[in-house]
């Protein structure tokens, strides 16, 4: 009976793990033209979109990320013909929040004989379905003299009200693939 007792433990707490496993954060992305060697480029500048004032609090604080971000890698803000445009955007989006399909179950039984019974019940371990509201931050740089995109990010999810060390993380986390300026 100890044996039995004890697959039965160690069967919960590995579906316990799977159940917890699933899902996770999505990684920052990026991508790059590669015919174009951007550690070659030395100043930045804000493409139309986002040359004047920031419309809200939020487009602000992924500016003053962005440029503090591309400050380290040694780029400098150019008012006047910059080597390359940085846009950027928050995108909405609902996803569906899917459950797993991990259940726990739990049983007692008898059998033997002509005669045979159990008694059984289950616990989900996985959540019910919902929709979940997701804000990601799309970062893009462009070549005015090729005029065309050469890198593109997007960030993790963000809170739904970030405050601006979670938009920082954001912006530094999408632009840790962005090349540093060569010196």
């Known amino acids: 009976m100890n044996a039995s007792l004890r697959a039965l433990t160690i069967s919960v707490v590995l579906l316990s793990t799977l159940g917890c496993a699933g899902g996770g954060q999505p990684k920052p992305q990026w991508t ?7 550690p070659a480029y030395s100043t930045f500048g804000w493409a139309d979109g986002t040359r004047g004032p920031p419309v809200s609090i939020i487009d602000n604080q992924i500016r003053n990320a962005v440029r503090a971000e591309l ?8 008012a006047d013909a910059p080597d390359f445009l940085v846009d950027h955007e928050t995108i909405e989006q609902e996803t569906v929040q899917k459950p797993n399909p991990v259940t726990i179950g739990i049983g007692v039984g008898s059998w ?46 963000l809170e739904e009200r970030p405050d601006t060390n979670a938009v920082d993380r954001a912006v530094a986390g999408v632009l840790q693939g962005f090349p540093g300026k060569r010196n």
């Open 112 to 157: 033997g004989g002509n005669v045979g019974g159990s008694v059984g019940t289950s616990v989900d371990v996985g959540g019910k379905e919902g929709v979940r509201q997701e804000n990601r931050i799309a970062i893009r740089v462009t070549d005015p003299e090729l005029d065309r995109e050469v890198w593109a990010g997007t960030t993790t999810t």
């Open 32 to 38: 790059s033209a590669v015919d174009v060697d951007i």
């Open 71 to 78: 400050l380290k890698k040694g780029y400098v803000e150019a």
